[in-house]
């Protein structure tokens, strides 16, 4: 099993440029999870979805846009990039009931 | 005030020390976790606990949840044990989790 993958591992946006991070898992776990981690800070919750077709709102989800179209993925949309987003990006799943998350190696993006 | 709490933020012992980590938080909670970050990135999930204490290897998790306080203790450290150390609590009856800010501990050898 590979776990929780994301792609990509780095990437550099400009400022208004558009991107989509995805995560995917291989464990069927219902919930899945996009954090943000910045210096400083604890991981903050962007969006989350409990099952396949259902988003929520976290913490943190202005300027991101997420879909959760089949089981095993989890994009994570930037419409327009803003220099604020820049952050390292960790997606996590975890099973329905109790269970730990398993976390992705995370993206680290950058917005000029 | 935040929600969870980590003491200290920042911690270097020599190898073979006995080490402890805090975690205070102020919410009813389902589920606490330890986490553990290395420098590059990767988080992994060291332990689960709702009540107890738990042990693996060297390391023992234990939490009281009348006094809302969970400690992270590593026996005869070792420079390997170099990392973040995170407590994330799962609100009772939600889906989301809570971190801290994080425990860097450095051990020197």
């Known amino acids: 099993n590979a776990g929780v993958t994301q792609t990509p591992k780095f990437r550099v946006l400009k400022t208004g440029q558009s991107m989509t991070l995805l995560c995917a898992q291989d464990m069927n776990h219902e919930y899945m999870y996009w954090y943000r981690q910045d210096p400083g800070m604890g991981l903050r919750l962007i969006h989350y979805?409990?099952?396949?077709?259902?988003?929520a709102k976290g913490e943190v989800p202005d300027g991101y846009n997420v879909s959760r179209l089949k089981k095993q993925n989890f994009l994570l949309g930037l419409e327009s990039a803003a220099p604020s987003q820049t952050s390292v990006y960790f997606c996590?799943?975890?099973?329905?009931?109790?269970?730990?998350?398993?976390f992705g190696p995370g993206t680290r993006l950058t917005v000029l | 005030k935040n929600e969870v709490e980590q003491s200290p933020q920042n911690l270097t012992a020599q190898e073979g020390e006995f080490i402890t980590i805090n975690c205070s938080y102020s919410?009813?909670?389902?589920?606490l976790h330890w986490l553990q970050q290395h420098p590059g990135g990767g988080i992994v999930s060291l332990f689960m606990l709702s009540s107890g204490k738990k042990k693996h290897g060297r390391l023992i998790a234990t939490i009281n949840i009348q006094e809302k306080h969970s400690s992270l203790h590593i026996t005869a450290s070792h420079p390997r044990d170099s990392a973040v150390y995170i407590c994330?609590?799962?609100?009772?009856?939600?889906?989301?989790?809570?971190f801290g800010t994080g425990t860097r501990l450095k051990v020197l050898a």
């Open positions: 919410v009813g909670i389902s589920a």
């Open positions: 979805s409990v099952g396949e077709g259902t988003t």
């Open positions: 994330a609590v799962r609100g009772a009856g939600t889906y989301k989790y809570i």
């Open positions: 996590a799943s975890r099973e329905q009931v109790g269970g730990e998350q398993f």
